[in-house]
């Protein structure tokens, strides 16, 4: 299966700091989507980078790919306690990693 | 905005009792997939379905699940005899087509809790 693993496993920041988010995956994608959920809620679609892209920018999100090293990465600006939440990446096929918890702390 | 829905958004039952839940996926799609996370572990994939057929599924999803578009707004997922270990959050989702470039949209869960 094409499953993303995300590092760090929990990350905790301020409130206004940057928070960044790695993922890496094993087998070749078309495409690779960020998604958010909120503790015991739904899933939330942040932002989709497709192969032939290398970086993507959606409000505070920027999200980059490399495809040679099988990895991207999440990074969200100046960070807010609404942040909270654990994120996920996804390529290809839908299979998900543990995901990265984050704490904004205000 | 059109949306995924889900009801109920919490089912309790008893240990070996059927339950349906239910999914209107967003009206011009035409994939539907079923996810469950068993509390404190990642998403997991059960199935996917297009054109009034399984296109897909995993490992978990044994002869115990079944799906079914039962008319052209709903998508169900059965388990015939829970177990304990069916306890879980499970997600409806919904896309315009398989193709890779675009996301699915998913609803806002069903927690249901086997007792």
């Known amino acids: 299966s094409q499953q993303g693993e995300e590092d760090p496993q929990a990350l905790s920041i301020q409130e206004g700091e940057n928070a960044t988010m790695n993922c890496s995956y094993k087998t070749s994608i078309n495409n690779l989507q960020w998604y958010r959920q909120n503790s015991g809620r739904g899933l939330v679609h942040l932002i989709l980078i497709r192969s032939n892209e290398r970086e993507k920018h959606s409000g505070r999100l920027r999200v980059t790919l490399d495809t040679s090293k099988k990895s991207s990465s999440l990074l969200i600006t100046a960070s807010r306690a609404a942040d909270t939440a654990s994120y996920f990446c996804?390529?290809?096929?839908?299979?998900f990693g543990q995901g990265t918890i984050l704490t904004v702390h205000p | 905005e059109p949306e995924v829905t889900q009801t109920p958004s919490h089912q309790v039952t008893q240990m070996g009792q059927e339950v349906i839940l239910r999914c209107v996926p967003i009206?011009?799609?035409?994939?539907f997939y079923w996810y469950r996370q068993i509390l404190g572990q990642k998403v997991e994939f059960l199935v996917s379905f297009y054109n009034n057929e399984i296109s897909e599924k995993s490992e978990i999803f044994d002869d115990q699940f079944s799906v079914e578009r039962p008319d052209g707004s709903n998508f169900t997922l059965k388990i015939r005899s829970t177990k304990l270990e069916d306890s879980a959050m499970y997600f409806c989702?919904?896309?315009?087509?398989?193709?890779?470039?675009?996301?699915?949209?998913f609803g806002p869960g069903t927690r249901l809790t086997v007792l």
């Open positions: 009206s011009n799609h035409l994939y």
């Open positions: 989702a919904s896309r315009t087509d398989a193709q890779d470039y675009n996301e699915q949209f």
């Open positions: 996804v390529g290809g096929k839908l299979t």
